[in-house]
């Protein structure tokens, strides 16, 4: 299957992987905006079925509530039901993963990918530091193996291009093993890569020296 590509802005595209949604529309990208869905998409992409209970034991929030907002993931096509099994009526994610990127001929999906992207960052965020906080207990050399960094440097636009690809490649080779198991090396753990690239916006006074 060919790669898919993401919108255009000025002769910039992006490979997205062939297992991952482009979401670009402002409803679609508005019905991700909540704390508890994001969670929920969180949980799916690891390739899992679950029912609106195991949602619940997973997230901490009751049935009812994870029953509503996977109805509405659903509405705008970011969760379906799977098949039953027996009386277990599991959902699953339509896509592996997603991409979000907000159609610029559209003045609602701007301000809606910004307010998506916001949230997604704080729920990161917050995880990270659910682990910070729990991560004396474990074996140090799997603390050791962890990295929190933050750099800055001068670029050119081709170049933030060049990094932002290159960050995406280096997970690739991890794709397909939450899905299968039998990908997954010896003593594998669930682990958790978030990075973030972007340029400060130019100082109308010239003054970002």
Do not use: N
């Amino acid at each position: 299957m060919p790669e898919q590509m993401q919108p255009e802005v000025q002769g910039f595209t992006r490979p997205v992987s062939p297992d991952d949604a482009v979401i670009s529309q402002a409803d679609a990208i508005k019905a991700m905006t909540h704390p508890l869905r994001i969670r929920l998409l969180s949980l799916f992409a690891a390739g899992v079925e679950l029912t609106a209970t195991q949602c619940a034991e997973r997230t901490g929030e009751s049935v009812a509530s994870c029953s509503f907002h996977l109805r509405q993931l659903q509405k705008y096509g970011h969760v379906e039901r799977a098949e039953p099994h027996g009386k277990e009526r599991p959902w699953r994610a339509v896509s592996r993963g997603f991409s979000v990127r907000p159609d610029l001929a559209d003045p609602e999906s701007w301000p809606a990918a910004q307010a998506f992207g916001s949230m997604f960052v704080a729920e990161q965020f917050a995880a990270l530091q659910r682990w910070l906080a729990d991560a004396g207990r474990d074996d140090p050399a799997w603390i050791y193996a962890t990295t929190q960094t933050h750099q800055e440097y001068w670029a050119t636009r081709d170049e933030l291009d060049d990094l932002s690809r290159r960050l995406e490649e280096i997970a690739a080779p991890f794709r397909g093993r939450s899905e299968d198991p039998a990908k997954r090396p010896p003593g594998a753990r669930r682990a958790h890569l978030f990075g973030a690239v972007w340029s400060d916006i130019p100082d109308p006074e010239g003054e970002d020296a």
